[in-house]
């Protein structure tokens, strides 16, 4: 079992920054990668990146270059560090993880980007 909760959202404007953080609490050993996912009003949930146990990660196109996925093992937490956003970067951000048998979700933070 891994609880996940996100943290670190709000409100910023247009080109600012943001830092989310997902500390993760459980069954550890078991997780095999994790990831920020996002979903606005009215569209789908799309992946924005992942980072795997060995520590290699891979970000969506439309945020590579500007989204950075990072972790802190020492505190079990995740973070997505959030460059030049803007106001389509608006949605609700949520944190996973996979394990062979299992896929957790946090309950999500809201970022909202205004112009």
């Known amino acids: 079992q891994v609880q996940l909760v996100e943290s670190g959202g709000g409100l910023v404007q247009a080109g600012g920054s943001l830092r989310l953080s997902c500390a993760a609490s459980?069954?550890?050993?078991?997780?095999?990668?994790m990831g920020w996912y996002r979903q606005a009003p009215g569209k789908q949930r799309e992946l924005v990146a992942t980072?795997?146990?060995?520590?290699?990660?891979n970000y969506a196109d439309s945020m590579k270059g500007r989204f950075t996925i990072s972790r802190d093992n020492a505190k079990n937490t995740v973070y997505l560090q959030m460059n030049s956003l803007k106001p389509e970067d608006t949605a609700v951000y949520y944190c996973?993880?996979?394990?062979?048998?299992?896929?957790?979700w946090g309950r999500g933070t809201q970022v909202t980007v205004s112009s």
């Open positions: 996973n993880a996979v394990s062979w048998r299992n896929n957790y």
């Open positions: 980072i795997t146990r060995g520590g290699s990660t």
């Open positions: 459980g069954s550890m050993f078991s997780i095999n990668a």
